[in-house]
């Protein structure tokens, strides 16, 4: 398994990273993406492993903090061979503090974490999204402390903006708080808004992109195509609006574009080197450098997927 370093850390992560989000399949959302048990759990992570996969990824609201349980299980008496990041922010209790990311809620979801995941430190914790309410210096330095607390080791942010990010940033350096260094972004062929502000800003300040949902939330698993209906078993049926928008005439165009440059390359692992390319940030010129490189006939394939689509 390929390794990268993640963002302007020391730390080295593999190129590919486990969501366990289909662990436990709690609530009418969740069981939509799956439901899988300890016993389930604890055979995909050996499975991981075996790749080199070494990253789990969770979040506390991942079936009201099942997910984190199951995943604490399944890892149990390995922890040392495994990088565990999860997240809070969003609503997760009834009380007027269960939600944000004052001191308040976030001291008692790490602590949670920590408890459901059956560990004393956590590798990446991220929030889970931007609190506009409290002040970005109270988040900070409570990420701070537990930074020296040595229950966090790494910190990030998932769904912020651009400003979001860049004055956390800026807060951080201004008192010599710990910084981030991942953003779990949403970044996918059919999705590619990350591109606009948030991916030179994380390679102008050292903040790796951790990608959710590269398939486009399913829907470039290549099951999907125009004039075929939804296949039955797609989560799709009952979770799309949940999930990032895309027009149905650009799904089309992508993946028939695909279609053309596996034909023509004979690269039946397309998807799986675009999964592992969109997690690597780089500039325009230097991605289309890298697939000219590799030859015109895909280079000019390839434009017909990057291309604006009218």
């Not at 993406?33 to 055979?43: F, I, L, M, Y």
């Not at 710990?178 to 059919?190: D, E, F, K």
């Not at 999964?275 to 940030?281: C, P």
Request: glycine share 12%.
């Amino acid at each position: 398994m390929e390794v990268r370093q993640l963002g302007g850390s020391g730390l080295m992560v593999p190129v590919l990273t486990f969501g366990t989000g289909t662990f436990g399949g709690g609530g009418d959302f969740f069981k939509h993406w799956g439901a899988s048990d300890v016993q389930g759990a604890t055979r995909l992570v050996d499975i991981c492993l075996d790749a080199g996969l070494t990253m789990f990824d969770s979040a506390d609201v991942y079936s009201n903090g099942l997910a984190e349980e199951i995943l604490g299980q399944a890892i149990a008496r390995r922890r040392e061979k495994v990088l565990i990041s999860t997240k809070a922010t969003f609503r997760n209790g009834d009380g007027p503090n269960d939600v944000g990311s004052s001191r308040f809620h976030l001291t008692n979801a790490i602590d949670g974490a920590l408890t459901r995941l059956g560990t004393d430190y956590i590798d990446l914790f991220q929030l889970h999204g931007f609190d506009a309410q409290t002040p970005v210096e109270e988040t900070l330095s409570t990420l701070d402390d537990f930074v020296r607390a040595g229950k966090i080791r790494y910190l990030g942010v998932s769904n912020f903006s651009g400003w979001h990010l860049m004055k956390s940033l800026a807060v951080a350096e201004r008192y010599g708080w710990t910084r981030y260094v991942a953003n779990q972004t949403y970044y996918s062929l059919i999705g590619r808004d990350y591109e606009w502000e948030l991916m030179p800003l994380g390679i102008d300040q050292g903040v790796g992109a951790v990608v959710w949902s590269p398939l486009g939330w399913g829907r470039l698993t290549g099951k999907i195509r125009r004039g075929k209906p939804l296949p039955a078993t797609s989560r799709l049926h009952d979770s799309a609006e949940f999930g990032p928008p895309v027009d149905d005439e650009r799904l089309y165009r992508v993946v028939e574009a695909m279609d053309e440059i596996a034909a023509e390359t004979g690269k039946a692992r397309l998807l799986l080197r675009q999964l592992k390319s969109i997690g690597r940030q780089m500039s325009a010129h230097e991605f289309f450098a890298r697939r000219l490189a590799e030859g015109q006939a895909e280079s000019n394939a390839t434009r017909r997927v990057h291309a604006p689509m009218g």
